[in-house]
C-alpha cells in the first residue's frame, strides 16, 4: 500500500463485509454510468520523495535569486529566524479554525494579539483577524462603505492607489453595483473633496499611504469633508511604514485596510501574505470576516473565542456583511510574533534604515543625471524616477543580480529600499546607470 | 497538547528596553522624516527577549489540536494529512526570495509550478483549464460566479442574476452569490436528501430566463451523490444557466467521476481540503477555479500559460475601466507556496495513488456510519460518500444534545465533527474521516462514541458538563459577543 | 408556551406592533425572543429614519443566528429605545415591555393586513 493510506487488503475486506458492500466501487453504486471516469489521468506515475526533491529543486534552480529593489507592494525586508520553527510547529499548522475554543486556545490568543497590534500600529479602535490580502481587504471595505450607506452609490478612489488594487476594485464593484469613481488625491484639496461628497452620491473615498509611487500624501482635512456627508473614509497603508508615518486613526479613517507583507513575510512570488481590516468601533458589527474576543469559561478564567459572528455566511447567508470565510491565519500568526520580535523599537528602526537607504539611493540616482523624480514630493522607502533608456539599463542591472524596481509606463522606474539592502548594493546599482 | 490553560498574552511579557532583534547599522546616513508626516505616539508593541517570545509561542501552540495531534472527523473540511515533504519544498528559498514582479526569464520554475499544477487540476476535474488566484473556498466561489456572469453579458444576456442553490448548500454560496451581485432562488431537498427535482422544476419555470447558474455540492453536504445530476444540467442548461461545482467535497470523486463529465462548467477546489494542504488554523487556503472550454477568456488575470517551452503570464493592456476580460481577484497569482504544497502531493501520489483517495475515505465514511447507527440517529440511509450526519442520540430521552457529545469527544482526545449543519436535521452532526485514517483510528473513536452514548444513558450529567480534561471549560459566548473585548488596549482599560 | 397579548397586531416575521393614536410601537414577540436565544445585539434605526411596511429596518442578534427586523407598518421613527443598546438580554426578558421602535404611522389601514392575537397564536402553532 501507499504510504499515506494504511488500510492492508485484509482491513479493506473486513471493512467491506461491515458496509455491506463486495468492493470499493460498489460503495458508488448509485452513480449514473454516464459520470464515472474510466480513464488514466494523464498525471505522472508517483514519485519517490527523492524524485520531488529532485523535481523543485530543479525548477528552483530555474528562479534567479535576485537583489531586490523591487517594491509596489512586495517588500524585501528582513524577517528573524525564530518565525518559520514557530509557526511550522504543527498544532498550529494543522489545525482548523478555532470553533472549538476548549482546543483552540493557541490559535485564538494570537488572533486577539494580532488584532491588538494591528489596531495599535494603525491607530484604529479595532482589527479584524485578517483577510486575503491587501488588494482584496480593500476591495472589500469599498463594499463595505457601499452597504453602510443607505442611498449612495458611488465610491471614490485616488488615481494613485495601487492598479493592482484598482483592478481588484472594479472587478468587484462591477458585479455588486457599487460606482467607482477616480480622482488624484494629490492634487485634490479638502475643499475641493467636500464639494464632491457634498452631492451626497459619495459612500467612501479610498486613499493610499504612503501611495504607489511611495509618496507620502497629506489628507488634512479629507475625514471631515467625508463624514459632513456620512461617507466612510478609507486609507490603505504599508503596514510596516506606520511605525513611523501618522497612522488611518490620526488621519480620521473611518477603515485602516492594507497588505500586512511588509512586516517580515517572504515575498513568496506574491503569496502567501495577508490583508489587514481596522476600523473605528462604530463599525464593529459591520466587519467582515473574523473577529476573537475576550470571555470566560465555566471556570472563571480569562479566555477567547470566535465573536459577533452574527455577521458571518454561516449565519446569516445571502445578507452576511462578506462571503469571506478562511482568513489567512497562520499568516497573521507570522507578523504576531514578527511584531512580538522586532517590538516596539525594532520596528522603527527597520522603517528608518529604508526610509534613509532610499533618500540615499534617491540621490544617488539624481546625481547621474541620467534619472529624474517624477513627482517633487516626499517620499518613504520607495520612489519613482524617469530613467534615459531605462529599459537597457534595467537589463543590465538584471544581468548584473539586481532586481532594480517595477517599470512604470514607457521610462520610469519604481525603487524599493529595504533594511536588507545595503550602501554597496545601492552604490553598485546607482554606477550601472 | 498540554491540558493546562497557558493563557498569557504577550504584552503581558513585556518589559521597556528589552530587544529581540538585531539589524544592520543604518549606513545611509539621517533623512529626516517631515515631521508633520510622523505618528504622535509609537504603537504600543511589546517589548520582550528573544527567547520569551519564542517560549510564549510554542507554550500557545500547546493548547492547540491539530491533525498531528489526532483524528480530526469535521464534515465538509477534509482534515487529511499534510505531508511534511509539502512544507520542505514550500520552504525552498528558491521559492520564498522571488519577487512577483521580477523578470518572467527569471522566475521559470514558479511560473511551471503554476502551470503544472493548472495542468494536474484540468486532468482530475475535467475542466479545461484553471486560475490558482483565488486564496480560499469562499474566494473561489465568488471568482466562478464573476466568471459565469461575464460570460452571460458577453452574449448581451446581462440581466441574468438568479443563482439556484439547495437549502443544504454551504452558508458561502449564498454568500458568495450576494457580493456577486446575484439574488438567491433556494431549492429545497427531499426527505431522502437530495435536490427536489420538481421543485427545481417549478424555480426554473418561474424564472425562465434570468437563471445565471446554480450551485451545487456533489456529493452534497450530506455526503449523498446527487443521481439526477445529469437531468439536474440539462434543466438548467436548457435553460440558459450555467452549473457551477462547489469543490469543497470533491475527495470522494477521485479516482470515480470528474465534475465536469457530471455536466458543471465551473468549479472551485479547495487545496487545503482535497490536496493537503495545511489549514493553518484558517489560511492561507487556496481556492482555484476550473472552466470548461469557451470560458477561458474569463479567467482572471493575470493568468500562467506556455509558449513553447517558455512560460508566460497572460495580462491584457490596462483599459480606463472593467472590462471582462480584465476580471482581477488579486494582485499577484495566488497563495503560492500553497501552490507548492498541492503539486508536491499530487506528485507524491501520482496517477495510481490518487485513484485511490475517493474510494478509501467513502469506506472509512460508510464504516463508521454503519458501526454507529444503532446509538445515533441516522435520518437517511443507505451509502454515504466521504461523509454523512446523524441527526444526535438516537435515544432523545436523556437530554443530551450534540453540542454536548461534540465536547465530550475533546475529553477523549478527538477532535469534535462538524455540529449543526446542514440546518436541515436539528442536532446535525456531520463526520468526515479521510483516506488517511487506519481501521484502529476508526475503531477507537467508534468505541469512544459508543461509550459516549452509554454514558448519556447512565450518567448524561458527565456528557453534559463535558469538556472537563481540556485546558478550558465551556466558554461564556454570550458575554464576548454582548460586551466585545477585541483589543489588548481594550482589555487592560477595563 | 409562548406569550401573546391582545390588542396587538402581528406579522408573520413575529414582529407586534401596538397602536396608540398614530403612534405605533414595535418590538419583537415572545415566540421570537425564545427562537432566537440570548440576545447578544439589536440594530436600531435612526430617530427621524422612515421604515416601510414589510422592509427591513434593523436586526436581533443572538450568538448563532440573527434575524432581520420588518416593520409592520409605514412611517417615520420617532423613538428608538435605547436601554436595549447596552442590555439587549432585556428582549429576553419581556419582549413586550421592552419595545424596539416607535414610529408616526402614515397608512392605519396596513393594520388591516396584520394579524390578530389569535391568528398569530394559531400561526405559531403551526410553525412547530
Known sequence: MYKYFPHTPEDIAGMLAKVGAESLEDLYAELPREVLYKGDYDLPSAMSEVEVRRFFGRLGRKN??????????????????????????????TSYTPYQAEISQGTLHYIFEYQSMMAELTGMDISNASMYDGATATAEAMLLAFNNSRKADTVLYSSSLDPKTVDVMRTYAHFHGVRLEEFNSMTTSAEDLKVRVDKGDIAGVIVQQPDYYGIIEDFTGYADACHSKKALFVVNSIAADLALLKTPGEWGADLAVGDVQSLGVPMSFGGPTAGYMCSTEKLMRKLPGRIVGKTHDGNGQRVFVLTLQAREQHIRRQKATSNICSNESL??????????????????????????????????????????????????????????????????????????????????????????????EADELAALL | MNNKLYGKLIFELSHPGRRAYSLPKD???????????????????????????????????????????????LGSCTMKYNPPINEEMAALSAF???????????????????????????????????????????????????????????????????????DSAHGTNPASAAVCGCEVLEVKSTADGLVDFDDLKQIIADHPDDIAAMMMTNPNTLGLFERDIPAITKLVHDAGGLMYYDGANLNPMLGVARPADMGFDVMHLNLHKTFSTPHGGGGPGSGPVGV???????????HVVKNGDKFDIEQPERTDSYTVENNHVGPFLGNFLVIVRALSYILSLGKENIKMVGPLSVLNANYIKESLKDDYELPIHGLCKHEFVFNGLKDKSTGVTTMDVAKRLLDYGYHAPTIYFPLLFHEAMMIEPTENESKETLDGFIEVMHNIAKEARENPEIVKGAPHTTPISRVDDVEAAKHPVLTFRQLAAE | MAKVIEGLYYTESHEYVKVDGNVGTIGITDYAQNALGNVVYVDMPDVDDEVEAGEEFGAVESVKAASDLNSPVSGKVVEVNEALEDKPELVNQDAFANWIIKVELSDPSQLDDLMDAKAYEEFCNNQQ
Not at chain 1, 70 to 91: F, K, N
Request: aromatic share 10%; with cysteine.
Open chain 2, 96 to 166: 520564498n526570495n522571488i519577487h512577483p514582479l521580477q523578470p518572467l526569464s527569471t522566475v521559470q520554475g514558479a511560473l511551471q509550478v503554476e502551470y503544472d499544477l493548472q495542468r494536474a487540476l484540468s486532468a482530475l476535474t475535467g475542466m479545461a483549464d484553471f486560475t490558482l488566484n483565488p486564496c480560499a473556498g469562499a474566494h473561489g466561489e465568488l471568482t466562478g460566479l464573476m466568471i459565469i456572469r461575464s460570460y452571460h453579458e458577453t452574449r448581451g444576456d446581462s440581466r441574468r442574476n438568479k443563482v439556484i442553490i439547495p
Open chain 2, 27 to 73: 549606513e545611509f546616513g539621517s533623512h529626516e522624516l517631515p515631521s508633520a508626516m510622523r505618528r504622535a505616539e509609537d504603537a504600543a508593541l511589546p517589548e520582550c527577549d528573544e527567547m520569551t517570545v519564542v517560549r510564549h509561542y510554542t507554550n500557545l501552540s500547546e493548547n492547540n489540536f491539530g491533525v498531528d495531534n489526532g483524528f480530526y472527523p
Open chain 1, 331 to 424: 499568516m497573521a500568526l507570522y507578523v504576531t510574533i514578527y511584531m512580538s520580535l522586532m517590538g516596539k523599537e525594532g520596528l522603527k528602526e527597520a522603517a528608518t534604515i529604508s526610509y534613509d537607504g532610499a533618500h540615499y539611493l534617491c540621490d544617488k540616482f539624481i546625481a547621474t543625471g541620467k534619472a529624474r523624480l517624477v513627482y517633487d514630493k516626499p517620499f518613504f522607502n520607495e520612489f519613482l524616477v524617469d530613467i534615459d533608456g531605462r529599459d537597457e539599463f534595467y537589463d543590465r542591472a538584471v544581468e548584473k543580480g539586481f532586481v532594480p524596481g517595477v517599470k512604470v509606463g514607457r521610462s520610469g522606474l519604481l525603487i524599493a529600499v529595504t533594511e536588507q539592502r545595503t550602501k554597496d
Open chain 2, 292 to 302: 470548461r472550454e469557451g470560458l477561458e477568456p474569463f479567467l482572471p488575470k493575470p
Open chain 1, 64 to 93: 534567479r535569486q535576485l537583489v531586490c529593489f523591487a517594491g509596489a507592494g512586495i517588500y524585501d525586508h528582513y524577517a528573524p529566524s525564530a518565525i518559520p520553527q514557530l509557526i511550522e510547529r504543527s498544532e498550529f499548522l
